[in-house]
T-cell receptor, first 115, second 109 residues
Framework: GAVVSQHPSWVICKSGTSVKIECRSLDFQATTMFWYRQFPKQSLMLMATSNEGSKATYEQGVEKDKFLINHASLTLSTLTVTSAHPEDSSFYIC???????????FGPGTRLTVT | GQNIDQPTEMTATEGAIVQINCTYQTSGFNGLFWYQQHAGEAPTFLSYNVLDGLEEKGRFSSFLSRSKGYSYLLLKELQMKDSASYLCAVIDSNYQLIWGAGTKLIIKP
């Protein structure tokens, strides 16, 4: 099956700093990538959808200036959490979908802790 | 609005069978997924149904009734490693994935 990687797997940063998370599709071209956030014991929450070469579409309540998404190529999307606060601590998961496929392939997730 | 309902938590015994139900009301339908998610890990794909009926894959089976807006995931010969959350998700008319809140399955010896 298709493989999606994320880097880093976990990161600890200080409040006020920025953190970049990478999501890569390793063996297919991801025309659409999705970024999710999941708090403990809660379901996945879609943050934004990005198509290669165009601006991301953010879900209601997600600050686009705080969560910067770049989908510069068909195999790479990045999420940058700017001016991180402790409440941004969460599990961030990306997924990718190729062409006309309906299935999303998930990355392993990135656990962010802001101190 | 769009809505997906599944039980919050279920408990079953090792070796037994459990059925996790999912009902949905979405704007359009282009298929239903079941994912398994262990604590601290990303979801992993279990099944995809787009036509009515039962799809069997080893110990796991998934059923869909589009007219009833209903699906279930059937797990047989339960093993301790099956303890996880099971997520139901529907693709709507805009090809967006609408997620249920997940069912936490607890397996007891």
């Amino acid at each position: 099956g298709a493989v999606v990687s994320q880097h880093p797997s976990w990161v600890i940063c200080k409040s006020g700093t920025s953190v970049k998370i990478e999501c890569r599709s390793l063996d297919f071209q991801a025309t659409t990538m999705f970024w999710y956030r999941q708090f403990p014991k809660q379901s996945l929450m879609l943050m934004a959808t990005s198509n290669e070469g165009s601006k991301a579409t953010y879900e209601q309540g997600v600050e686009k200036d705080k969560f910067l998404i770049n989908h510069a190529s068909l195999t790479l999307s990045t999420l940058t959490v700017t001016s991180a606060h402790p409440e941004d601590s969460s599990f961030y998961i990306c997924s990718a979908r190729g062409g006309r496929e309906v299935e999303q392939y998930f990355g392993p997730g990135t656990r962010l802790t802001v101190t | 609005g769009q809505n997906i309902d599944q039980p919050t938590e279920m408990t079953a015994t090792e070796g037994a069978i459990v059925q996790i139900n999912c009902t949905y009301q979405t704007s359009g339908f282009n298929g239903l997924f079941w994912y398994q998610q262990h604590a601290g890990e990303a979801p992993t794909f279990l099944s995809y149904n787009v036509l009515d009926g039962l799809e069997e894959k080893g110990r796991f089976s998934s059923f869909l009734s589009r007219s009833k807006g209903y699906s279930y995931l059937l797990l047989k010969e339960l093993q301790m490693k099956d303890s996880a959350s099971y997520l139901c998700a529907v693709i709507d008319s805009n090809y967006q994935l609408i997620w249920g809140a997940g069912t936490k399955l607890i397996i007891k010896p």
